[in-house]
């Protein structure tokens, strides 16, 4: 069997100025069909109760090209004007599809602002990479870091501004590869992640936590008292604005190329990982909030989820209300007193437990057992089995 599975490559963009100037002139015509689509559809729902479907944006948008006070759309390329009405129509049907859900009534499309939204514009096809170049219609071949080749096919292709200033390419790529082949687990481990160490494995492995931006946080907040200081809507200010974004791209990517060596890493020495599954949403709205986002576990669990597909390896995800810190492993008590000021605690039976290291090879087990029960009818070999016991059903008393 085949599956398509998606990769987006991003590379970072070297344009000139002139091509530059034609990077905003884009992303403005984009910011400019989303403002005017979403007042049509307002409009047209206003004065006859339903909804303009996208086909008839589309056919206006050709019709409103043609038009006087509008006819510098047509030095736009068609797709990305086209694609802006395509984002507008799926996020109005995220939103309806949020209300027949019962779901919070949020995420109605706004319009967009040319000083507060990041400038962006997407095109559908004929984005190619030349060499060291990525070649843009009506733009031209723009200079580019290709850090690596790409392998499939490429569906769309995002072009962005970064905070910094800086502009980058987002490729999303299709690509044939084979089914998932079942096959024995030779190698597992569990992962309690915590804030004091990043990770504890079972098999007592210990992950530092950097703390990327604890260790910048001196530094960022010198550069925004400096951007606090500047005068409003002066280059000085601009330039401020930037350094601080730099501050805070250069955190994001440290914490970004450590979390994917040690994703990766896991993924080669191990077949079946188990994680715990933790309320990150939650967690970041608490006190704890600064460390719980400054670790990334819900990057590390992203990370771990596609490579371990990719790799043909296992993932699975053990419930937040498994007892994983609180269960002795040896007689199978639940110390309901301990807090999260127990480091090392004592159970009933005598054994004295590490509570990051006993919550991992707690979670290693019931990955383990949740593997079983998911996987050993799927080509594995069955290790429990009524083999030469009578399985005749019950016959109510007759003989």
Not at 333 to 349: G, Q, V
Request: net charge positive; with cysteine.
């Amino acid at each position: 069997m085949i599956r398509t599975i998606q990769t987006t490559y991003r590379y970072r963009l070297q344009p000139t100025a002139q091509q530059e100037a034609l990077f905003r002139q884009f992303a403005g015509a984009r910011c400019f069909v989303w403002n005017w689509g979403l007042a049509r559809k307002r409009e047209y729902y206003q004065a006859t109760g339903k909804t303009l479907s996208h086909n008839a944006l589309s056919r206006e948008l050709t019709e409103l090209k043609c038009q006087p006070a509008t006819t510098w759309l047509c030095e736009i390329y068609a797709q990305s004007l086209q694609q802006a009405l395509r984002d507008l129509e799926r996020a109005f049907q995220a939103f309806f599809r949020r209300v027949r859900t019962g779901a919070p009534k949020k995420g109605y499309p706004k319009f967009k602002s040319k000083n507060t939204d990041p400038l962006s514009f997407r095109l559908s096809q004929h984005v190619q990479i030349e060499g060291e170049f990525v070649h843009v219609p009506k733009i031209g071949r723009i200079k580019a870091i290709i850090h690596r080749r790409i392998e499939g096919v490429t569906k769309s292709a995002t072009f962005k501004q970064a905070p910094d200033g800086h502009w980058c390419v987002c490729l999303v790529v299709e690509q044939l590869v084979p089914e998932q082949q079942p096959r024995p687990v030779q190698s597992y481990v569990g992962v309690d992640v915590g804030l004091k160490t990043l990770g504890v494995l079972s098999n007592s492995e210990m992950i530092a936590n950097p703390r990327f931006y604890r260790t910048q946080i001196g530094k960022l907040a010198r550069a925004q008292r400096a951007l606090s200081r500047k005068q409003k809507d002066s280059r000085n200010r601009g330039k401020a604005r930037r350094k601080v974004a730099c501050i805070y791209n250069k955190i994001t990517n440290q914490r970004k190329d450590f979390l994917h060596k040690l994703s990766i890493d896991l993924v080669r020495r191990f077949n079946l990982i188990s994680i715990e599954d933790l309320s990150v949403r939650g967690l970041a709205k608490t006190k704890l909030s600064t460390s719980v986002l400054d670790a990334g576990w819900g990057m590390f669990r992203s990370f771990l989820t596609y490579k371990a597909d990719r790799h043909d390896q296992h993932l699975l995800i053990i419930g937040r209300f498994y007892p994983s810190s609180r269960l002795c492993p040896n007689c199978g008590a639940i110390n309901t007193n301990l807090t999260l000021a127990d480091c090392i605690w004592t159970c009933e039976c005598g054994a004295i437990r590490d509570r990051d290291l006993n919550a991992a090879r707690n979670i290693d087990t019931e990955g383990l057992r949740l593997f079983d029960e998911q996987y050993v009818t799927v080509g594995y070999t069955e290790t429990q089995n009524a083999c030469g016991v009578s399985v005749r059903p019950p016959t109510g008393g007759a003989k």
